[in-house]
Structures are given as C-alpha cells and as structure tokens.
C-alpha cells in the first residue's frame, strides 16, 4: 500500500468521524458528542502523529525534494491544534454555538490542509521514501 | 510541481477580496440599468452593457479572484507576484467594462477600442499567468484538466467577443454576425463557465459537505463531454441547423447528468447542518435544470431568449458563486488573521451572521423568479419590480462580505 492510499483513506475516515461529530453535537445531544469528539480528536492526534514522528522526519532527510513542505505542515496542523482546543473548551460547556462555529473553520482548515497534502505532500514522499516501510512504522504507533 | 507548497503561496488577503467585494457591486449597476431601462431584448445595446456588468463584473471578477486562491491548494500551481498580477488584472477589468457599457450606451466607437485593448490585457494576461503554472503541474487530475479547458475556451470566446465588439466599432455588422454572437455565448456558458464550476464542484462539494466523491467516470464524462460537444458546435452553427438541435440535446443530457450527479451527492451528504450555503447550491442545480429544459423548448414554442439568460445566468451560476463567497471570504478573514498571530478572533460562523445570509437568498431566489416571469411574458412593471430586489439582494450580500472584511482589518 502506498503512503498516498493509507494517508488518504485516514483522512476519509477522519472526515466521516467528524460529520457524525457535528451533526450529534448539532442536534443538542452533548453526551454522546462528547463521546464521538474524544474519538474524533484522539484520531486526529494520532494522524499528526504518523506525519510528524514517522514520515516528516523521514522524508525531510532525504533533502525534501526541491524544497522541504514538512515546516508548513507543521504549521497547520498546530493552526488545528489550537481549533481543537477551542472545541474542547465549547463542548465541555455544552456551548453548541461555539462548538460548531471552531468545528466549521477546522473543516475548511483541514480540508484545504488535506488536498495539499493528497495532491503534492504524499506523492513526494512516495516518491522518494519506501512506502510499504513508511506505512507499517505508522500504523505500528 | 511542488515547489507550491511554501509558507508564501496563499496570495496576500487583498489580491483576491478586491474582485470579491467588487462583483456585487456591479450586480448593482446591472439592477439599476434595468430599472431605468426601456428596452429588454437581448441583442439592444442597453441589455449587451447590462449582461456584461455580469459576465465581466461579477462572473469574471469572483472567477479570477477565486482562482488566485485556489490553484495553490488544488493543484500546487502558485500565481508569480499575485498582488501585481491582482492590480494589473483588476484595473484593466474596471476600465475595459466601463468603458464597454459606456461605449453601447452612447454608441462611441472610439471606446469600443479602448475597451477591446484593456479586456484583453485584463483577461488575456490573467489566463496566460494562470496557464502557464497549470500546464506545468504534474499528474494532473481531471479538475486541473477541467480548469485549464474552461480557461481555453474562455480565451476563444474573448477573442469572438472581440470580434463582435469591433464590428459594431466598424458598424461592420455581418450576415455572420448572430453566428459568431450564439457560438461566443456558447464558449462563455459551457466551454467556460460550465465546465469551470463542474471541474471545482468535483472538489469542494465532497470537502466541505463530506459527501461521496464524484467518480473518475462521472468527472470524465461532463468535462470531455462538453468540450467535444462544444467542438461539435461550431461545426453545427456554420453548417446546419438540423446539427445545433443535435448538440442541443447532447448538451442538455450533459447538464442534466452533472446537476443530478450534483444533487444527489448533495442531498446524501453526511454533514447535515443547517447552512444557507447549501441551499445556494441547491437552487443553481434546480436552476440548472430550469434553464435546460427552457432551452430545449424554447424554439419549439417560440419562446425568448431572455429567461433562459435568467435561469443559466442569474439562477445558475450566481447562485453558486453567491453561496461560495459566504464560505471563501470568511475562511480567507480567519486563515489570514490566524496565520499572522492572531488567536482572539471570531470563528467563520461568527463573521456574517446566518440570518443576514438567510434574508439575502430569499431576496436572490425571488428576484430570479420575478425576472423569469417578467422577461417571459413582457411585463415590465415584474421586471423594474425584480429590479429593485435584485439591487437590494446584492447590496445586502455586498454589506455581509465587507462585514467579514472589516473584521480582518480591525483585527490586524
């Protein structure tokens, strides 16, 4: 399996936590959101996590290509981290409002997050890394 | 490509929300020159001034400034120097259709040329710079495909258009005139427009409202379709008639395809939140449909051409791009804001309020039904009535968008 296909369906899987996520939250039920949030951001986690302990390191010792991407990345996914933590904070105070409104601006952060990395970020790194190697060190995490 | 993928490839804010903040306000013109206008048929100068404050001024405008933004996130292809390739583009825009709509107003041919030079620098400049990263792109999708052939075809019809426009500079109006005039439409419509917004449907719709991707098969189809069909029209336009009702009902099968495939996709959509957004993109696809099944009929009952201009034009696509810049500009204020520092700021929801946004697509959709009924059966007390919500549905969208802006500009 290459990196693009394992990363990608990840990405999927994420994006289908995070609609059942919103629409749960949406209809006021804050303790089964509660629930499907802590998943939902513990997955999160862990995808940053397969990027940025296994591939990133790996692929940016190969020289990154023309130029390394992995920086900007890293940046985005802190511009979610500090999203999830606005999530945190709403859904602990049963603040809908507040919820959907961070939930929102992570999806379009995410999203454009994740074509970039779909459309240029993984190719490289099948290109120029062992991608079964690659796969098997972050599912292994 | 992938040396777009730096800290420097989203264009500065004010490259792109220029053309945002601009379109509705030639929207506006548009609905003041119909209301004090006196003449409705699409071929009186009046109504050619007035189409192009919307194909030029509000299509062109969002189209433009919505690509500046996009090309880096979808296919990694980064605008050189976007805030001087922004001002040259925009500038020559503004003068290029003023002076156009001046020039069929007054009927001075001396700015039918200037107007003529200035476009082309406008939109020709644009498209080159655009072009030239996207051809450079490897392993392109078939969105990329889909956007560098609108981006050709919008070429050839600019250079039909010119052709148009120096005809009436040379009052060299020839029996090929109406010929030239149906295939520049056709190439703005389909080839352009069309197939610009089928090939960014492909992407967005599954992102931002988690639905089933459109397949390979499906995005094949509408994009090589219509550009087929397209050549298949000017066969047809200078051959023979019988062959445009043939591309006519090819086309319409193709448009049907895409506004099912669109809805669908749209209706079982996992994210079900309620958002004005959608319903935007609802009512283009509906009036998608409308407008194919009025250009399918409309030779056989004799129908005229000017509620098909409102279905396609004002339904269709200013539908879609109305409810595209409530999610484009209030996530560029965020990005933007966020990516210079600043935490303490209002979430994209918190920018326009959804009740301003839910008052404005009732205003929209019912100028767009008034429109219809006013053009269809020529009753111009509906038309100067459709007029004045029209005017007040883009002042009101034009006021929600600056609303998101001035919160970045406070902020900074």
Known sequence: MTITQFMTEDHRACDEQFAQLENIVDQGNFDGGKIMWEEFHAHMLKHFDMEEKVMFPQFSETGGGHCDPTQVMIMEHDQMRQLFSQMQTAIDANDKNGFLGASETLLFTMQQHNMKEEQMMYTMADDTLDSSKIVEEMQAL | ?412
């Open chain 2, 1 to 412: 490509m992938f040396v777009g993928l730096s800290l420097d490839q989203a264009p500065p804010f004010k490259a792109p929300l220029k053309f945002f903040l601009t379109a509705p306000l030639f929207a506006i013109v548009a609905g003041l020159l119909l209301l004090f206008s006196t003449e409705f048929t699409i071929h009186s100068p009046y109504l050619i001034a007035t189409i192009h404050f919307i194909t030029i001024g509000y299509m062109i405008m969002i189209v433009f400034g919505a690509l500046q933004q996009m090309l880096p996130v979808i296919a990694g292809a980064v605008i050189p120097k976007p805030v001087i390739v922004a001002n040259i583009t925009y500038w020559s825009l503004i003068i290029g259709l003023i002076s156009f709509s001046i020039g069929f107003f007054i009927y001075e041919k001396i700015l039918f040329f200037v107007s003529a030079i200035t476009l082309m620098l406008g939109i020709l400049f644009f498209i080159s710079v655009a072009l030239a990263q996207l051809i450079k792109v490897v392993n392109k999708s078939y969105i990329v495909y889909g956007i560098i052939v609108s981006l050709v075809f919008l070429i050839c019809a600019f250079f039909l258009g010119i052709h148009l426009l120096i005809s009436h500079a040379t009052s060299n109006i020839s029996s090929l005139h109406y010929d030239f005039a149906t295939l520049h439409y056709n190439f703005i419509f389909f080839g352009f427009l069309f197939l610009l917004i089928a090939s960014v449907t492909f992407q967005v719709v599954p992102m931002f409202w988690v639905s089933a991707d459109f397949k390979q098969n499906e995005q094949k189809i509408i994009i090589i379709g219509t550009a087929i069909l397209l050549a298949f029209c000017i066969v047809s336009i200078f051959t023979n008639y019988n062959l445009y009702l043939i591309y006519k009902i090819v086309m319409s099968g193709v448009l049907l395809y895409f506004a099912y495939t669109t809805i669908y996709k749209l209706k079982n959509r996992r994210r079900k939140l309620q958002d004005y957004t959608v319903n935007f993109y609802f009512s283009s696809m509906i009036f998608l449909i409308l407008g194919t099944f009025y250009w399918l009929i409309m030779d056989i009952f004799n129908l005229s051409f000017e509620p098909l201009a409102i279905l396609f034009g004002l339904g269709f696509l200013m539908s879609l791009f109305n409810g595209m810049l409530y999610k484009i500009v209030p996530f560029l204020t965020w990005f933007h804001l966020n990516s210079q520092g600043k935490f303490n700021i209002p979430t994209m929801r918190d920018m326009i309020p959804s009740s301003f946004i839910k008052i404005q697509f009732y205003l929209h959709i019912v100028s767009i039904i008034l429109f219809f009924f006013g053009f269809l059966i020529n009753l111009t007390i509906l038309i100067k009535l459709a007029s004045i919500i029209f005017i007040i549905s883009n002042t009101l969208f034009f006021l929600n968008l600056l609303k998101s802006a001035n919160i970045y500009k406070t902020n900074l």
